[in-house]
């Protein structure tokens, strides 16, 4: 738990220090890089590759 709110503040203060625009990049890229990284669009880029 302490991590998470560890997590929290950092996004917090990049929010406060660097304005909201950094902090909607932050956020993007993160999804950019979840979405990348998921097991589930690993097993589906899987499947894909095996019925080409």
């Known amino acids: 738990m302490q991590s ?5 503040t950092a996004l917090v203060r990049l929010r406060n220090v660097e304005g909201p625009d950094a902090f909607e990049e932050v956020l993007e890229a993160r999804k950019r890089d979840h979405e990348r990284l998921s097991v589930g ?5 899987i499947c894909q590759f095996s019925h080409d």
């Open 41 to 45: 669009a690993l097993v589906t880029q």
């Open 4 to 8: 998470l709110g560890t997590a929290w």
